[in-house]
């Protein structure tokens, strides 16, 4: 599931347009917020761009 939010932020796609790779949209989109309300509001990760692209699956 956090390839599939690189895959979204890399690519600039809409979240109903991920991949049926990553698993369903909804389930990759709440992640980040269950992740950060169980953590009170802390940031999962920093993440920067390496410049190679993840793929589309």
Known sequence: MINGMVCK?????FWRDLPECYGPWQTVH??????LRSRG?????????????????
Do not use: F
């Not at 932020?9 to 796609?13: K, S």
């Open 41 to 57: 509001g802390a940031p999962i990760a920093a993440t920067r761009s390496t410049g190679s692209s993840p793929g589309p699956c």
């Open 9 to 13: 932020v890399r690519t600039g796609i």
């Open 30 to 35: 709440t992640l980040p917020h269950t992740r």
